[in-house]
């Protein structure tokens, strides 16, 4: 498969977060870079909650240097949920039962599998932060009421599958389309997430925090918004978490 041209690489026994650790490390950075942690001590998902990272579980952190508008820079997050579905379909050797939820989930035989975090670290820098559920998964109990259950890889696939040869698929998926992101816009990346997104056409439920939202997932927009039929009419929608 190969290492990325340009893309750094550096592999830790333990951390706080690679998140966190992206932060340290980003103003020193003079390029891409990618940060695995094998065990995290201190991981969170979105909105501060926390993130289970039991051992042989996956968590990187990609940390770029973007000099966009912070609309494109979001874009971001659908690049690394497609570069993240096409690296399972590498590694396990099948696309079957993979789907990706509006914003940055990605779904296996309908259970969580892995969540995507981006956050700004100033003076352009991004991290795209990426858990996996590889061998293990948090009890249903461990998760908000109503959310998707998570599942894990090896439950699901019977494909036992390392960080380290997840962290090689993802940083060649993410290169490529990033390149691709690049060199040709956001419609393309658009096109194919929407090909792979779970539950298009059908009634969801969007919760953005001031209001919730039920109706028919129409499309993701050209500015990667969640767009409702609703029967008040359509909605794009910016930021919600999502819910069947």
């Known amino acids: 498969m190969g290492w990325p041209s340009g893309y750094g690489r550096r592999v830790l026994a333990e951390v706080d977060s690679t998140n966190a650790e992206a932060a ?11 940060i695995l942690g094998l065990r995290q001590t201190a991981a969170r998902g979105r909105r501060g909650r926390g993130w289970v990272m039991p051992a042989g579980n996956f968590a990187a952190t990609l940390v770029v240097r973007l000099d966009e508008p912070p609309d494109r820079v979001a874009l971001r997050s659908f690049v690394a949920a497609l570069a993240l579905y096409d690296a399972l379909e590498a590694v396990t050797g099948t696309a079957a039962g993979l789907a990706l939820k509006w914003p940055n989930d990605v779904l296996m035989n309908h259970g969580k599998v892995a969540g995507i975090l981006l956050e700004g670290l100033g003076q352009g820098a991004l991290a795209v932060g990426i858990g996996v559920n590889l061998v293990a998964a948090p009890e249903a109990a461990e998760v908000e009421s109503g959310a998707v259950l998570p599942v894990s890889v090896l439950a699901e696939t019977g494909v036992r599958v390392t960080p380290e040869a997840l962290l090689e698929a993802l940083a060649v998926a993410w290169a490529s389309l990033e390149e691709r992101l690049v060199t040709y816009g956001f419609s393309p990346i658009r096109e194919a997430w929407l090909a792979r997104a779970a539950r298009l056409g059908e009634e969801i439920t969007a919760r953005t ?26 909605v794009a929608i910016a930021a919600a978490d999502v819910f069947f």
């Open 209 to 234: 925090g001031r209001e919730t939202l039920t109706g028919t997932f129409e499309t993701v927009d050209e500015a990667g918004r969640l767009v409702l039929k609703t029967p008040k009419g359509r």
């Open 24 to 34: 340290r490390l980003a103003p020193g950075l003079v390029g891409p870079e990618w």
